[in-house]
């Protein structure tokens, strides 16, 4: 990686951070860019280089956290609701709870659920669109995302491993 490739990411984290520090203490829409910027320690031209609105930082991470999910796929999590692929997805909201938690509280939570079930489709690959069996997808993913955000609500004190279990069992 070059070193602007480098920096550019760099920035971009700064931001990212920034945006979810402050929808610690407010909702987004209540937060200027002024001062993400300011949080982040970054020019103007800096955020809009990378980002088109505040809620485009939301959906730029979103979507390279599931790259990066993609992306470490192993060929025993071809199966959407195998064990292995239920623990990983366990494991990235643990990852990623200070996000996902955040994003949940400032009542984005919506935005994360639809760019999940976006991604499980994909995954899932072609689903009959005339079908009811396409409404499977939709009710697994809500389960998991509802039990995950509980689980970190609670401090996420059982493992991932034990959580993928439960859910297992839940769905028979």
């Given at each position: ?40 320690g ?25 790259q990066?999910?993609?992306?470490g796929r192993s ?36 935005v ?5 079930n ?7 690959g ?18 998991l ?28």
């Amino acid at each position: 990686m070059d070193k602007r490739t480098a920096a550019n990411l760099a920035v971009k984290k700064k931001i990212t951070d920034a945006v979810f520090k402050l929808m610690g203490d407010k909702d987004i829409a209540d937060i200027s860019v002024t001062e993400i910027i300011g949080e982040a320690g970054v020019a103007r031209a800096s955020f809009y280089r990378n980002y088109s609105s505040k809620e485009d930082v939301l959906l730029v991470h979103i979507h390279d956290i599931l790259q990066r999910f993609l992306d470490g796929r192993s060929p025993e999590e071809v199966d959407h609701r195998s064990y292995e692929h239920i623990v990983r997805c366990f494991r990235f909201f643990k990852e990623y709870d200070v996000y996902a938690l955040g994003m949940y509280r400032s009542n984005y939570a919506t935005v994360l659920l639809e760019e999940l079930n976006v991604f499980h489709m994909a995954i899932a690959g072609n689903m009959p669109t005339s079908s009811i069996e396409r409404y499977s997808i939709f009710t697994y993913i809500g389960a998991l995302f509802n039990t995950a955000i509980a689980w970190l609500n609670g401090g996420a004190t059982e493992s991932a491993e034990e959580m993928a279990h439960f859910f297992l069992q839940t769905l028979k």
